[in-house]
């Protein structure tokens, strides 16, 4: 009785003509656009400007690429510098090989570097962002189905992989598809921050800590299933030793941003709008041009509580009476309270004399 299995693509690279297309290279395409299309949508919601994510995301994304490979190349350099191997593979990025720790970690340079020159605060725009890298890794670990690659143990699971390619030492049986493990995982990870966020409006980077925190937590577990060649300290594989150390790192960063800079960002792009357009306690407005309790009028030149307008835009709480009469009749009045205060006097004065 044949096993049912996932069974792997015969090739991972159709051709259009002289053109080659790698699936490997379209799953990490369609990655990236999903990643800029939510956190897009995310920053607005916080407040930024539309097109903000897109504009940082050409400096994240290069050098996430180039950090994802070098932490490749550098961790399994046997790969490509071994007596035997040709180092020019090694710029191949497109036969697979990134590194996301790499990857993350030159991607937040790049980040940085765009988000300075927007004057953007870079621990608002990495929350934004933090959900749809996780859909970008859930959506880029197929490109390993498509190479046969980063698969578990064998076994004969209704879900288990088939692998057919002998090539790098690969031995043809069906295994655990671990690509397709972390892809689940993220996609929880992906919900799991954007539940905690709404939540708790979490701020000043601490959804993005807890993306990083919760990836680490099921990396560690995915990688040790793994079976394909890596390092190995104290018994466990590098890339296991790397998610216990980063997972550490994102834990302690939560706790401690949430002590000293508790809340959420109120304006996380300059010249934005707020995110909810309400305004402080003190009644000052943001662009909607509302007023609060003080009564100072917004950019509309609407009065507050109290009554008509003054020429530079603030209302006279009390300045007028009721009837929302002007000070020039109130000042009228008060004459013609004197005049007939006089007129008494005088009569008064006439009096004793007759």
């Not at 497109?94 to 300075?116: D, S, Y």
């Not at 954007?194 to 990688?223: N, P, Q, S, T």
């Not at 009065?303 to 009749?329: I, N, P, Q, Y």
Request: hydrophobic share 45%; proline share 4%; aromatic share 12%.
């Amino acid at each position: 009785m044949e096993l049912a299995f996932i069974p792997s693509p015969s090739r991972g690279v159709l051709y259009l003509g002289p053109i080659p297309l790698r699936g490997y290279a379209f799953c990490i395409i369609i990655g990236v656009f999903v990643a800029v299309w939510l956190g897009n949508k995310r920053w607005i919601a916080r407040g930024g400007r539309p097109g903000t994510v897109a504009d940082i995301a050409v400096w994240a994304v290069p050098f996430g690429l180039v950090g994802g490979r070098l932490y490749h190349v550098i961790t399994d350099y046997q790969l490509y510098f071994s007596e035997g191997r040709d180092w020019v593979d090694a710029f191949k990025v497109w036969e697979g090989g990134l590194g996301i720790w790499g990857a993350i970690a030159f991607g937040a340079v790049g980040a940085w570097i765009g988000a300075r020159r927007r004057g953007v605060p870079m621990p608002a725009y990495a929350d934004a962002v933090a959900p749809g890298i996780a859909l970008a890794q859930a959506i880029g670990r197929w490109g390993n189905w498509f190479n046969q690659e980063l698969y578990g143990k064998a076994t004969d699971l209704p879900w288990a992989v088939e692998i057919t390619s002998t090539s790098d030492g690969r031995v043809p049986g069906t295994y655990h598809p671990t690509f397709l493990y972390e892809s689940l995982w993220c996609i929880g990870v992906a919900l799991l921050v954007i539940w905690a966020d709404r939540r708790f409006k979490l701020g000043h980077g601490r959804a993005f800590a807890l993306y990083v925190a919760a990836y680490c937590a099921g990396r560690f577990w995915i990688e040790y299933m793994r079976v394909d060649d890596a390092h190995h300290i104290l018994g466990l594989r590098l890339n296991n030793w790397t998610a216990l150390l980063v997972f550490l790192l994102a834990v302690v960063y939560i706790v401690v941003s949430a002590r000293k800079r508790p809340g959420r960002e109120a304006v996380v792009e300059p010249g934005a709008e707020p995110a909810d357009g309400k305004t402080g306690a003190d009644g000052k407005t943001g662009a909607d041009g509302k007023t609060g309790a003080d009564g100072e009028a917004g950019a509309d030149g609407e009065a507050g509580t109290g009554g008509d307008t003054r020429a530079d835009g603030e209302a006279g709480a009390g300045d007028a009476e009721d009837g929302g009469d002007t000070d020039a009749a109130a000042d009228a009045r008060d004459g013609e309270g004197v005049k007939d205060g006089e007129a008494v006097k005088n009569g008064a004065d006439s009096a004793k004399k007759g």
